[in-house]
């Protein structure tokens, strides 16, 4: 497995606290993506970083933040939760931006907004 | 809007059947097209994957068949075993960016 820690692995929240999750790796690998699954829609992309301090948005980035201060550090920020962020969430790394370099993801964290 | 779709959602076969999971694509700007498997707990794990320059492309029991002008992909599992038994992605993405576009996911279940 690749050297993916995600947590916590599993968390419940209150509509309108904040939550960071946190995604370690131990690859060095420059880039580094956040993921959420939901039924029927598959996997999404939240957030990626192409290196240090070095973020972009993903296709559903609404009421999410990320941040990179080390190669092996990716947190992903709620700044307010809502019951729509009940979700598992996936960190992910690849070597390349290539398109064929593959994702590796870690084993998700559980996030559950009450 | 959904870039890959998948189908069935669902799909039951026994033991040493042939399972078969179906995607299409409107982009024709993708130019890799990956397979995952994904286990109750666990996160996705690459299985196979193709680019759009071959048709067919097989590892094991596990083969992808590709139609570019159709714009469709399907992963056929061969003597499927109950261990086969998981969520399965199907996924684009093209050179010029950071983003993989998946499928909603088919949940097979291998019955011994």
């Known amino acids: 497995d690749a050297g993916i820690t995600q947590s916590p692995r599993h968390k419940v929240t209150e509509t309108g606290t904040p939550v960071t999750l946190r995604c370690h790796q131990t690859e060095n690998h420059r880039y580094m993506y956040w993921y959420r699954q939901d039924p029927g829609h598959g996997l999404r992309l939240i957030h990626y970083s192409y290196g240090v301090k070095d973020t972009d948005k993903g296709e559903v980035s609404d009421g999410y933040s990320v941040s990179r201060s080390k190669t092996e550090d990716f947190l992903l920020t709620l700044e307010s939760a809502t019951s729509s962020q009940t979700s598992v969430y996936f960190c992910?790394?690849?070597?390349?931006?290539?398109?064929?370099?593959?994702?590796?993801f870690g084993n998700g964290t559980r996030l559950t907004v009450t | 809007q959904q870039q890959v779709k998948q189908s069935p959602q669902s799909l039951i076969v026994q033991k040493g059947g042939i399972s078969i999971i179906n995607c299409a694509y409107e982009?024709?700007?993708?130019?890799?097209f990956p397979w995952y498997q994904q286990f109750p707990g666990k996160g996705p794990a690459l299985l196979i994957a193709?680019?759009?320059?071959?048709s067919e492309k097989k590892e094991g029991r596990f083969t992808i068949s590709f139609n570019k002008s159709a714009k469709q992909f399907s992963l056929h599992i061969m003597d499927s075993q109950p261990g086969d038994s998981a969520t399965y992605f199907c996924?684009?993405?093209?050179?010029?960016?950071?983003?993989?576009?998946f499928g909603t996911g088919t949940s097979l279940t291998v019955i011994p």
């Open positions: 982009n024709t700007a993708f130019d890799y």
């Open positions: 193709i680019r759009p320059d071959v």
């Open positions: 992910a790394i690849s070597e390349s931006n290539q398109s064929n370099s593959p994702l590796h």
């Open positions: 996924a684009a993405s093209m050179n010029t960016g950071n983003q993989f576009y």
